[in-house]
């Protein structure tokens, strides 16, 4: 199983010497990938339509908040990093224009040689949909859309033709073009049925977010279901989870986390057949040496 991490994006530890630190961490001590996460606006008042309950450790949503836009923060570990892969965990895809996302991303993917991976999700909060102009109840079907058209403008530097509900291109393609013939890999994020049906329908992944792994593991299955039904082979799709690790009191280089334990817990998600599992170290004292100590008592 290999290891990712969530890098120092958000809160109190997101600076730029964290980011670049923790991402030359994981690079050197050979972890797959690093990840960025998303935010647009932070609301004034508690938001509206958050899909988790308050014992998975619902962040604190608040204006003040320092939170690193993907695209930008993704870029400038590029620039420093010259094997992990570089991904978004996720990227709330009807937030933008596809074309302009997808010139974005074959962008990062040919100057890092190869290396991002789309992370895609169809976001939540109510007021940030609004904020945007962005009718919340069209989050789906136009994250499907955006993501058929972005393969277009990518699998070719020919002109495309696509003419969608949402978008429409006539006969026109990109002036940057990926690394990777046919763009980088889109993981799906989310746990709901249609988020599943979107991993087979329209992906190269999946990435789920706080199952522990039993409930993982249920959630596997029902991707196999529908692989399955469509023919799709399992070779074709990576699967990963993110999990947070959490201070539990005591000194220790891992603040306070027990390292037996975290390793229990993750042979426990290795065991249940999960490819790529992402650590979120941004709640421990110091992201970097979280991000050496785990890769190397996991052996990434």
Do not use: C
């Not at 609301?43 to 939170?67: H, L, M, N, V």
């Not at 980088?184 to 746990?191: K, Y």
């Amino acid at each position: 199983m290999k290891l990712g991490f969530v890098l120092p994006v958000e809160g109190a530890v997101a600076s730029r010497a964290a980011v670049l630190d923790t991402a030359r961490a994981a690079e050197a001590s050979g972890a797959d990938s690093v990840w960025t996460t998303d935010r647009i606006l932070q609301p004034g008042a508690p938001p509206g339509g958050y899909p988790y309950s308050e014992d998975r450790g619902a962040i604190a949503f608040r204006t003040g908040r320092a939170w690193f836009e993907p695209i930008a923060t993704m870029g400038l570990v590029a620039g420093v990093t010259e094997r992990v892969r570089i991904g978004t965990n996720v990227l709330v895809v009807p937030y933008r224009h596809p074309v302009v996302l997808a010139q974005e991303l074959a962008t990062l993917d040919a100057l890092s040689d190869g290396r991002i991976l789309l992370g895609a999700g169809i976001g939540w909060m109510a007021e940030e949909f609004a904020a945007l102009g962005v009718p919340r109840s069209e989050r789906g079907p136009r994250t499907d859309e955006a993501i058929r058209l972005m393969r277009e403008l990518w699998r070719s530097s020919d002109a495309v033709r696509f003419d969608g509900r949402f978008w429409r291109v006539d006969n026109m393609g990109l002036p940057a073009q990926p690394a990777r013939p046919g763009g980088p890999p889109v993981l799906i994020g989310g746990n709901s049925d249609a988020a599943l049906d979107r991993v087979v329908a329209l992906g190269d992944g999946w990435l789920g977010a706080d199952l522990d792994p039993v409930e993982t593991a249920a959630v596997l299955e029902r991707i196999a279901e529908r692989r399955r039904a469509t023919g799709r082979p399992a070779s074709e799709l990576e699967l990963s989870t993110r999990i947070r690790v959490e201070p539990e009191g005591g000194d220790d280089a891992l603040g306070g986390v027990d390292p037996g334990a975290l390793r229990d817990r993750l042979a426990a998600y290795a065991a249940i057949g999960v490819d790529l599992l992402v650590i979120d170290v941004m709640n421990l004292p110091h992201a970097p040496t979280a991000v050496e100590r785990i890769a190397g008592f996991a052996g990434a």
